[in-house]
């Protein structure tokens, strides 16, 4: 099932929330999710897959352009869609343009209005007035992926529309990311989470060894002053971020490991072909 949205809509922290733990790297920044990342849920009798894709958002370069070409390709072969959108945010032209695609495919599309949490209750009721004349979908749920509000009937009602068939991943299998890129994705976290706003979109990671003992990666960067951001005043954002990411890099291989980053200019690299499809962008 594809999950669907606008950027910055809590995709990816419903996707979690869904699967009971983490699959894709969230943050407060658009654009945190560049790939098609597949989430696996496992309970009694079923696999529920969910296709985590990039926001909708019109290509200004080559990394745009790929993170919209596999949003458009993940339709092709899907049961169902989830559609998410933001409680919080009056729906716009954005969210219509969505609608208007998902629903021409012809299967369930579910609506997830995300983000309930802390809101009054005629709100929320008028923002899911509004989010059922996108459509004629097949279900509308509001959620709180944050809180976990309403996520288990919306699994619910996700699982039912599963068809039968045998298992794609094995039981212990929560997302089909390689070691290696999970790692690199959860240091680019960090990164998001101990930046300036205008950082971001220009920054990505490159795992350069992955050892029994000791992880090395590349913070890519496009100018020197970015670089220097990430560096921090003597060496203390690119630190930080090693302290936050070795903790969840251990939990994920299973053992202790020395983490060591490097920051690295490496410019116009969104628009380097080469990179993005050594970096499975």
Known sequence: MAVAGRPNVGKSTLVNALCGGK???VSDKPQTTRRRIFGVAHGDGYQLVLADL???????DALTEH???TVDSSFEDVDAVLFVLDARERIGAGDRFIAQRVFSLEV?????VNKVDRLKPAHIASQMTGAAKLGDFHALHPVSAKTGDGVDGLRDELVGLLPEGPAYFPAEQRTDLPEEVQVAELIREKVLQLTRDELPHAVTVEVDELGEKLVRANVLVETESQKQIVIGRGGSVIKEIGVRARPEIELLLGRHVFLELRVKVRPRWRRDETLLARLGI
């Open 108 to 112: 369930p599309v579910l609506i997830a």
């Open 23 to 25: 699959v894709a790297i």
């Open 67 to 69: 993170m919209q070409r």
């Open 54 to 60: 990039p926001g909708f958002q019109r290509p200004r």
